[in-house]
């Protein structure tokens, strides 16, 4: 393991199951202290990809790398770098809350108490009940305490908040934030798989969309607020007939326009104003609008 | 004080909470020697990354907008102007011609324009001074 090899690093990844091909050429790169978001539909390959880093899968054919360590043949100190959230979680169902946490900790090398102690006390949680009566929502918070105690270098989250509430979502992101974070900058690197992506918005530096097991787009999440926008135009009169080729989209409704654009949308400002409008808007994408008109597109 | 990210502004997260700071300071909403929000609890509040928290408060200190006291925070400094004078021109000068060209698109003429400049520091100024009469009942 090298101090500059990359959190992640994924390269030309495929993997078929029987006849479907989950995951097909994928490459992505995570830095340390960044952290990543993996953006895709149901059945999009994020799990499949996921899973190649725990080596729950062997890649059939690609390069997987983490912290430069391939887990295929180094698994334990992968596994040792690394925890995860995955978005079916089961313990023990005759464990109480503590034995399961006590029995995860004795396969780590380290175990933050403290840090322990504030999350039971922020969720609330029994350390005397048993698994088996926890509700989906205390379930994800036990798995989120046993990821984060180790203070590993890596927290890998596959579609953590689904079928979460609200409260319980947005609490899991400010802990994700708050208790993971606190680490060494630089040092707590994150994936994160989801699909309810305006959750995540403000957590993640970059990411990657893909669709049937293949990279759509990777970005850098202000650089992607920057180049998508949104520009709405009202003129007096119906819209002139404009060139908008360089628009990802263009709804036209009487006397208005709204166009999506990727990069171009200074251009289509100008054109448009060319023709004087009665008024003229422009605003970024979010996150999730720019998945939408990416998978759309 | 209280902070607000707005995704779809197009400004990166970090300078968004850049700006904010800037006109809290400008307008008397944040004195000199108040305390900004520690990182830790403003990023779990916001939902943002914590660096990019941590990235707005080193950017504000390089400009001379905040210090940060080992163990004590981060508070915004007596004279917070750190640039020579034409530096601080320069950089506005930027901000006026960007504005300029926008009341050009919006047909808004040269008078008007002034005069309305001219209103804007009086609300700006307004503001000011009531927040220093507030500081002065208490």
């Known amino acids: 393991m090298t101090s500059t090899a990359p959190a992640i690093q994924i390269e030309n990844l495929s993997y078929t199951y029987g006849r479907n091909e989950a995951v097909h050429d994928l ?8 952290c990543y978001g993996l953006f895709g539909r149901n059945g999009a390959g994020k799990t499949t990809t996921m899973k190649c880093l725990l080596n729950l899968l062997r890649p059939q054919s690609g390069k997987v790398r983490v912290f430069g360590l391939d887990p295929t043949k180094h698994e334990v100190e992968v596994k040792r770098l690394l925890s995860y959230v ?37 969720f609330g949680l029994d350390p005397a009940q048993r698994t088996a009566s926890l509700s989906k929502g205390q379930r994800t918070q036990v798995a989120l305490i046993a990821a984060i105690c180790p203070e590993t270098d890596l927290l890998v989250l596959d579609e953590p908040t689904s079928g979460l509430d609200p409260i319980v979502r947005r609490e899991f992101i400010q802990t994700v934030i708050g208790a993971y974070q606190q680490g060494i900058p630089g040092k707590r690197t994150i994936l994160v798989s989801t699909h309810l992506i305006t959750e995540f918005e403000g957590l993640i530096d970059e990411f990657t969309i893909i669709d049937r097991g293949r990279v759509v787009l990777t970005q850098d999440s202000d650089h992607a607020r920057q180049s998508y ?18 628009a990802l989209r263009v709804r036209r409704d009487g006397r208005e326009l709204e166009l999506i654009a ?15 409008p009665e008024s003229l808007s422009s605003e970024s994408l979010t996150l999730e609008e720019i998945f939408v008109a990416t998978l759309k597109s | 004080m209280l902070l607000q990210v707005n995704f779809k502004s197009g400004l990166p997260i970090y300078l968004q909470l850049v700006e904010q700071i800037k006109a809290a300071a ?9 305390t900004l929000p520690s990182i830790r609890p403003l990023a779990e509040e916001l939902r ?12 504000l200190e390089s400009l001379g907008v905040i210090e940060t006291l080992p163990g004590r925070g981060c508070f915004l400094k007596e004279n917070h102007s750190a ?40 609300v700006l100024d307004g503001k000011r001074r009531s927040n220093g009469n507030n500081k002065e009942a208490l």
Do not use: C
Not at chain 1, 104 to 119: D, G, T
């Open chain 1, 27 to 34: 490459s992505l790169t995570v830095q340390p202290g960044r």
């Open chain 1, 86 to 122: 995955p978005d079916q979680v089961a313990f023990y169902p005759w464990m109480t809350v503590r034995e399961t946490l006590d029995y995860l900790a004795s396969f780590r090398p380290q175990w933050n108490r403290k840090i322990e102690q504030e999350l039971f006390d922020r």
């Open chain 1, 229 to 246: 926008q949104k520009i709405r135009a009202r003129f007096a009169q119906a819209p002139p007939d404009l060139d908008f080729k360089t």
């Open chain 1, 262 to 276: 990727n990069g171009s949308g200074p251009q289509l400002m100008d054109l448009l104003r060319e023709h004087n």
């Open chain 2, 26 to 34: 400008a307008s008397g909403a944040l004195r000199p020697g108040e």
């Open chain 2, 48 to 59: 943002v990354n914590r660096n990019t928290v941590a990235k707005a408060y080193s950017e």
């Open chain 2, 83 to 122: 640039l020579r004078k034409d530096v601080r021109r320069k950089l506005l000068i930027v901000e006026i011609d960007q504005a300029i060209v926008q009341a050009h698109h919006l047909q808004v003429p040269r008078d008007e324009f002034l005069e309305l400049l001219r209103q804007r520091m009086d």
